[in-house]
């Protein structure tokens, strides 16, 4: 093995680096192609990335090669009413020869000390070098519930949102929030009672057969549970007759059962809130 230049610095990942950071991907991670990679980035380019913090990532970069690749998610959200920066750490990867250098990159990526970084889809064997990096787990598993068969047979109507249906009497950001995610392909729902209450749900398959809808936003687990009747009979006039939903342990309230695993992480001042994944790798890119 020839020895590794020493000319090695992160930056942030700029236009110009765009095709050659998709072959990077594409070389890391072999099960998704090429075009996925170019279809991520066209996402990461639209979204309202807050001023002041990288578009797409960062690269590891040697005599200004990109070598190595961390993309970053970052975005505004509401925290108790406060508006805080979010970010999911998505894909990375560093080629074999400068693996050496990819604690460098990763120490660039969580540099922000605002900024609350949440991982959702560690690898198992990944799990203890979070854990060094300051992660802590916020939440343990997955609920699978059957909304149909939850909550009273009436109840408020569920209403789809998406280009050309915009709730107007929504505040600015759960609008947008809606809208955009419809644009990603998820369901945006509002149930109306004393005010509208919104829901984003993507759709998944169980061992490729029966579809389910993962919940990726709400403002609280506990509206769910109010509205899981309609939004259960909602989706199952759709052939959805599951929802999963991030949690701790059951759910009371819900039929259904909890799964331990598939845990997620945060570091940084605000844990984030089970049910809400939203501007995440999951809902963006489809992973």
């Not at 992160?10 to 075009?35: H, K, M, N, W, Y």
């Not at 001023?51 to 959200?77: D, N």
């Not at 050309?164 to 955009?180: I, W």
């Amino acid at each position: 093995m020839s020895p590794v230049p020493q000319q090695i610095r992160c930056r942030q990942i700029g236009a110009e680096d765009i095709d050659t950071v998709v072959g990077l991907l594409t070389r890391g991670f072999p099960v998704r192609s090429r075009d996925f990679w170019v279809v991520t980035f066209q996402r990461l380019t639209a979204h309202p990335t807050p001023p002041g913090f990288p578009k797409y990532g960062y690269v590891l970069a040697c005599e200004g090669i990109p070598v190595g690749v961390i993309l970053l998610i970052f975005s505004t959200v509401i925290v108790e009413g406060e508006t805080r920066i979010r970010c999911n750490v998505s894909s990375w990867y560093v080629e074999p020869i400068f693996r050496s250098y990819a604690a460098m990159l990763i120490s660039h990526a969580l540099k922000h000390r605002n900024v609350t970084y949440f991982n959702i889809t560690p690898d198992r064997e990944t799990l203890p070098i979070l854990e060094a990096q300051g992660y802590a787990r916020y939440c343990t598993g997955r609920f699978v519930a059957v909304p149909l068969f939850s909550g009273r047979s009436g109840g408020p109507q569920v209403e789809v949102v998406g280009p050309n249906v915009c709730a107007d009497d929504l505040p600015p950001f759960d609008r947008e929030l809606l809208l955009t995610h419809a644009d990603y392909g998820c369901i945006s729902v509002t149930c109306r009672s004393d005010r509208r209450h919104p829901f984003v749900f993507f759709l998944r398959r169980r061992a490729r057969v029966i579809p389910f809808a993962y919940l990726a936003y709400c403002r609280h687990v506990e509206e769910f549970v109010r509205f899981a009747g309609p939004l259960g009979r909602f989706l199952a006039q759709r052939g959805i007759p599951l929802v999963v939903l991030d949690s701790n342990g059951p759910i009371r309230g819900l039929v259904g059962r909890y799964l331990d695993g598939a845990p997620k992480y945060f570091k940084g001042p605000d844990q984030p809130r089970l049910g809400d994944i939203a501007y995440s790798e999951r809902v963006m890119f489809g992973v």
